[in-house]
């Protein structure tokens, strides 16, 4: 799992990766905090299939602006560099693997 802290580190990563997972996130965000064990653990099991990136949103609002995150916490799915799913809100282990 890597941490984001630039758009230009984020969309480095997207291009050096197939497929990426970004995780829309912020350090006062309840549902973000129940989500990181989550997402902690889908980085565990991704390692060497797909990347997963973790994006404050206040560090970031840049990239939040790009992508329209309105709510947080969102995770998208990138393939070859290109945004192909969202999902709004905690979501469970499963969801996230398929």
């Known amino acids: 799992m ?3 802290h ?4 984020f969309d480095k990563a997207l291009l050096s ?3 990426v997972l970004v995780d829309f996130w912020a350090t006062w965000c309840g549902p973000c905090r129940m989500l990181m064990p ?4 889908v980085a565990a099991e991704a390692e060497g299939k797909f990347a997963v990136l973790k994006v404050d949103v206040d560090e970031n609002e840049q990239l939040a602006m790009r ?3 309105m709510t947080i916490p ?3 799915v990138f ?3 290109v945004a192909e799913d969202k999902s709004i809100g905690v979501v469970p282990k499963t969801a996230i693997m398929n």
């Open 2 to 4: 890597t941490i984001i």
């Open 6 to 9: 630039s758009a230009d580190e």
């Open 17 to 19: 990766n197939k497929v």
């Open 38 to 41: 989550v997402i902690e653990e």
């Open 67 to 69: 992508y329209k995150i």
């Open 74 to 76: 969102t995770l998208m």
């Open 79 to 81: 393939k070859n560099g």
